[in-house]
């Protein structure tokens, strides 16, 4: 679950890893900073992390790189690999792959 909440008491309040640290669940902290309110918690939705990246996003970069870049890529390496930051996927390209890429420049 993700909840978004900032203590109203100028700061007083302990971080939330300090909570985490007594072994307070999310319910419990927000009862502790907002002491004295009547607290209704109306919805809970589960946070999950999902990553976009694909190959054709993959491609994407690669063309991006550019005409020059890519044909460097090619006669130097003959492969490529690249690593998804986000999820870190990893993306391997060969040299017909990428020379297939560069026809997708050639033809823009």
């Known amino acids: 679950m993700f909840y978004f909440f900032e ?6 309040a302990p971080g939330y890893n300090t909570f985490v640290a007594w072994g307070k669940n999310i319910e419990e902290i927000v009862d502790d900073i907002f002491e004295g309110f009547e607290i209704k918690i109306t919805e ?9 990246c694909s190959n054709e996003r993959i491609d994407g ?3 991006s790189l550019g005409e020059e870049e890519l044909k460097k890529i090619i006669e130097e390496d003959k492969k490529a690999e ?3 930051t986000f999820c870190n996927k990893k ?4 040299k ?3 020379e297939n890429l560069m026809e ?3 033809k823009n």
């Open 96 to 98: 017909e792959q990428l």
């Open 44 to 52: 809970k939705i589960p946070v999950q992390f999902k990553c976009d």
């Open 61 to 63: 970069v690669l063309v």
């Open 104 to 106: 997708t420049i050639k």
């Open 82 to 84: 690249i690593t998804c």
């Open 7 to 12: 203590p109203s008491n100028g700061g007083k």
């Open 91 to 94: 993306y391997k390209y060969n």
